[in-house]
């Protein structure tokens, strides 16, 4: 093999290799979260206890104790072109299903995209406020016997 087949041949090699990163494993569209069944979510009735409608649709996504109880399931659809291009939220949906004390259903409630911002499925850390500063500033306020002001 002469030194122009050698160098042909490394070149092919390097370029397919760099050609491997292009693969269309991860490209087009992506499904995550709650797969709903429209069957499912008809047998959710006004009235129906929690544990009828945990029976019906399963484990919810995330739930809310802030102002009674909800439940949301959320799916979303996800654009993803190329592997080296973000994926893009291009269809939302959330299913709510709020309870009153008594765990009754009282309000169900269908958000699609166009209806608010979209979810962050793949964040770990849930940010909240007052509880962790309240907490240090007890602490130094017994340490030292003042008041410290935070924020």
């Known amino acids: 093999m002469g030194r122009a087949a050698r160098l042909l041949t490394v070149s092919a090699l390097l370029a397919l290799g760099g ?11 992506i499904h995550r979260g709650y797969v709903f069944d429209e069957q499912a979510l008809s047998q959710v009735k006004i ?4 544990e009828q409608v945990l029976g019906v649709l399963g484990t919810p996504t995330t739930t809310s104790t802030v ?23 291009t269809d939302q949906r959330v299913f709510a299903v709020y309870f009153d004390k008594s765990k009754r259903l009282t309000r169900i409630a269908n958000y699609g995209l166009e209806d608010g911002r979209v979810i962050d499925m793949t964040s770990r850390q849930t940010v909240s406020t007052g509880g962790e500063n309240r907490l240090l500033q007890g602490m130094l306020k017994q340490i030292s016997g003042l008041k410290y002001k935070m924020f």
């Open 19 to 29: 050609l491997s990163g292009c693969s269309t494993l991860d490209q087009g569209t």
């Open 47 to 50: 009235g129906a206890p929690a």
């Open 67 to 89: 102002g009674g109880e909800a439940w949301y399931y959320i799916s979303q659809k996800v654009e993803q072109p190329l592997p080296s291009m973000p994926q893009q939220v």
